[in-house]
Structure formats: structure tokens, C-alpha cells
């Protein structure tokens, strides 16, 4: 049974096909109403969640999209292994906000649609974009995509993404400046950890190694890094952590927090983002802190 037969009665609508999601968008279901969009990879948590709750305070429909991209995996093994429990994401999704769900295949995504080019200036080629090739251009391909067939008036996006949410903003401003992005912050563990999906390939000894990150980057105060070289302190943050079991940096990187430019000394009145990536054994994990100097 296809889940959009089964979910329909439960209250939820679900949509499967592309062609169904864009004659659905033009009904009366949707005349004259606003409409907030949460789109993700599934494998949900509370911090899809949040933004599922926000979406639904701020809109009349809130509209989730579950979509596992291929084209912004840059290793194929993180896509092999990328976590998946539709059944379970449902029901979540039934119980927090969500009056539609679509989930549709990558063949129909991508079908008669190549991908969409946009110049970002620049911002998807330091951080993530440095080390995942291609990463972001899979990112914008799809959003614009989805944007496209779910037409939002207003789309949630998690800091915990920093950089993709700083991209989003820009290719919306460029290509789409109806849609405004809200900016949701990152939903974590007790212990600090920034929740996502790929937690759940960490061994509980991981994940008490992984809630190390945030401890140490919240650790630094403004008062005692102001007027200070980034390079001093990301070295040291780097060095700390890389000397927790399972973990290994990729990066850690102070920029300015809309443009991602790099901060080569952290002066007062600047508002930057650290951002940190990490392996934690073979899964990698990333997360920043908005710092306003
Ligand atoms: P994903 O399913 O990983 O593509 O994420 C879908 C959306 O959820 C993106 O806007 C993410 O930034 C957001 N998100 C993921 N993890 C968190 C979190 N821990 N807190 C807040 N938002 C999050």
C-alpha cells in the first residue's frame, strides 16, 4: 500500500509524486492560506521537530518534505548509510504540526530538472563546501526544487546547518525573494551533543566522546578571546579536541556570521560563527556558535 492511500484518513495528508504535490498546492486546501515548509532527510529529532512546530505556529498549513538527496552526498558511503525509518517519521510527524507530508522519489525530483545554477559568491566554497565537493550545489538543486512544486510563503531552516542556512537565504534573496527563511536554533542533547540524524550510527561511548565538541567551543568566553588572532584560538580548540577518544577535527574556522568571510582577529561589535567539523570514528558531525562580540 502506497502511504499516501493509508495516511489520508489518519489527518495527514501524504503525497508521494511530484505531479500529485503540485495539483494538490493549487487547490482550495491551500486558497488564501500561508504556508510553511520544513524540508529534511527524514531520520527525524526533536530538531526537525522544532522546526515542524514553528512552521505550524507561523503558517496555516505547515508542509514537510522527506527526501533523502542524493546529489549533496559527496561520499557514497555516507548516503549508503544515511539513517531511514519512514514509519516512524510519520508518526511523529502526525503528532507535532504536520498537515501534509511529501516523500517523493529521486527519479521524479529529478526528472526534466538538471539542477539550478546560482552564483553564491563565493560562501559555498569555504567550510563544508572546502571539504564536501559539490555538496551545495546538491543542496540548492533540490531546495529550489522543492520550493518550486511546495511554493511556501515562508521556509524553517536550523542553525545547526549554519552554512546552508546562510546559502538558502541567499539563493531565496536571488531567485525566490517572496519566500522568507526562518532561522531555528539548534535543538541538543542534554549533554550539549547538536542533535542529527547521523547520532544514531554513534556508539554511546561516541556520543559521550562527540558532547565534548560544544562543551569545548562554549567554553571560550567573549571576554577572554576579544582582540585575540582566530588562528591562536581555533588551533587550540582543534588541538583539544583531537585529543578526545574517536574524535579527529576537519576544521574549526571563525567567520563573519552573514557573509562566512574569514576572521583573522575577533574585535568588538563583530558577530562571527565557529564553526566546527569532526569526525567522530567514520561519522562526521558539524556544529558552530553564534558569537555576538
Ligand atoms: P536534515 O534532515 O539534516 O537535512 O535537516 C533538515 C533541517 O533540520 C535543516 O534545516 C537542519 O538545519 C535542521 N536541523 C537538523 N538538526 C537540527 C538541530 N539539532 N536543531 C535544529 N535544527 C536542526
Given at each position: 500500500?502506497?502511504?499516501?492511500?493509508?495516511?489520508?484518513?489518519?489527518?495527514?495528508?501524504?503525497?508521494?509524486?511530484?505531479?500529485?504535490?503540485?495539483?494538490?498546492?493549487?487547490?482550495?486546501?491551500?486558497?488564501?492560506?500561508?504556508?510553511?515548509?520544513?524540508?529534511?532527510?527524514?531520520?527525524?529529532?526533536?530538531?526537525?521537530?522544532?522546526?515542524?512546530?514553528?512552521?505550524?505556529r507561523?503558517?496555516?498549513?505547515?508542509?514537510?518534505?522527506?527526501?533523502?538527496?542524493?546529489?549533496?552526498?559527496?561520499?557514497?558511503?555516507?548516503?549508503?548509510?544515511?539513517?531511514?525509518?519512514?514509519?516512524?517519521?510519520?508518526?511523529?510527524l502526525?503528532?507535532?504540526?504536520?498537515?501534509?507530508?511529501?516523500?517523493?522519489e529521486?527519479?521524479?525530483?529529478?526528472?526534466?530538472?538538471?539542477?539550478?545554477?546560482?552564483?553564491?559568491?563565493?560562501?559555498?566554497?569555504?567550510?563544508?563546501?572546502?571539504?564536501?565537493?559539490?555538496?551545495?550545489?546538491?543542496?540548492?538543486?533540490?531546495?529550489?526544487?522543492?520550493?518550486?512544486?511546495?511554493?511556501?510563503?515562508k521556509s524553517?531552516?536550523?542553525?545547526?546547518?549554519?552554512?546552508?542556512?546562510?546559502?538558502?537565504?541567499?539563493?531565496?534573496?536571488?531567485?525566490?525573494?517572496?519566500?522568507?527563511?526562518?532561522?531555528?536554533?539548534?535543538?541538543?542533547?542534554?549533554?550539549?551533543?547538536?542533535?542529527?540524524?547521523?547520532?544514531?550510527?554513534?556508539?554511546?561511548?561516541?556520543?559521550?566522546?562527540?558532547?565534548?565538541?560544544?562543551?569545548i567551543?562554549?567554553?571560550?568566553?567573549?571576554?577572554?578571546?576579544?582582540?585575540?588572532?582566530?588562528?591562536?584560538?581555533a588551533?587550540?580548540?582543534?588541538?583539544?579536541?583531537?585529543?578526545?577518544e574517536?574524535?579527529?577535527?576537519?576544521?574549526?574556522?571563525?567567520?563573519?556570521?552573514?557573509?562566512?568571510?574569514?576572521?583573522?582577529?575577533?574585535?568588538?561589535?563583530?558577530?562571527?560563527?565557529?564553526?566546527?567539523?569532526?569526525?567522530?570514528?567514520?561519522?562526521?558531525?558539524?556544529?558552530?556558535?553564534?558569537l555576538?562580540?
Open positions: 500500500m502506497r502511504y499516501s492511500e493509508f495516511y489520508y484518513i489518519c489527518g495527514m495528508k501524504t503525497l508521494e509524486k511530484v505531479s500529485e504535490m503540485i495539483s494538490f498546492r493549487s487547490s482550495d486546501f491551500f486558497l488564501n492560506k500561508k504556508v510553511g515548509f520544513v524540508p529534511t532527510m527524514g531520520a527525524l529529532h526533536q530538531g526537525h521537530l522544532a522546526l515542524v512546530k514553528e512552521a505550524k507561523n503558517s496555516d498549513i505547515c508542509v514537510v518534505s522527506i527526501f533523502v538527496n542524493p546529489r549533496q552526498f559527496n561520499n557514497p558511503s555516507d548516503f549508503k548509510l544515511y539513517p531511514k525509518h519512514p514509519d516512524r517519521d510519520i508518526e511523529l502526525k503528532t507535532n504540526g504536520c498537515d501534509v507530508l511529501f516523500l517523493p529521486s527519479d521524479d525530483i529529478y526528472s526534466n530538472y538538471d539542477g539550478y545554477d546560482v552564483d553564491l559568491e563565493g560562501i559555498d566554497n569555504v567550510l563544508e563546501g572546502k571539504y564536501r565537493p559539490g555538496h551545495f550545489k546538491g543542496v540548492i538543486d533540490v531546495v529550489y526544487r522543492l520550493f518550486d512544486i511546495v511554493r511556501p510563503h524553517f531552516f536550523g542553525q545547526k546547518d549554519y552554512q546552508q542556512l546562510v546559502i538558502i537565504k541567499k539563493m531565496t534573496d536571488i531567485a525566490m525573494p517572496d519566500i522568507e527563511i526562518v532561522e531555528c536554533p539548534t535543538v541538543r542533547e542534554k549533554s550539549g551533543l547538536a542533535m542529527s540524524s547521523r547520532n544514531q550510527r554513534l556508539t554511546e561511548e561516541q556520543k559521550e566522546s562527540a558532547s565534548q565538541i560544544y562543551k567551543i562554549n567554553e571560550y568566553e567573549l571576554h577572554q578571546i576579544v582582540n585575540k588572532e582566530t588562528d591562536e584560538i588551533n587550540q580548540i582543534k588541538s583539544r579536541i583531537d585529543k578526545i574517536d574524535l579527529k577535527t576537519e576544521y574549526v574556522a571563525f567567520c563573519e556570521q552573514n557573509t562566512l568571510k574569514p576572521v583573522i582577529i575577533l574585535r568588538k561589535n563583530m558577530s562571527v560563527v565557529l564553526c566546527v567539523a569532526v569526525f567522530c570514528g567514520q561519522v562526521r558531525l558539524i556544529d558552530n556558535k553564534i555576538h562580540f
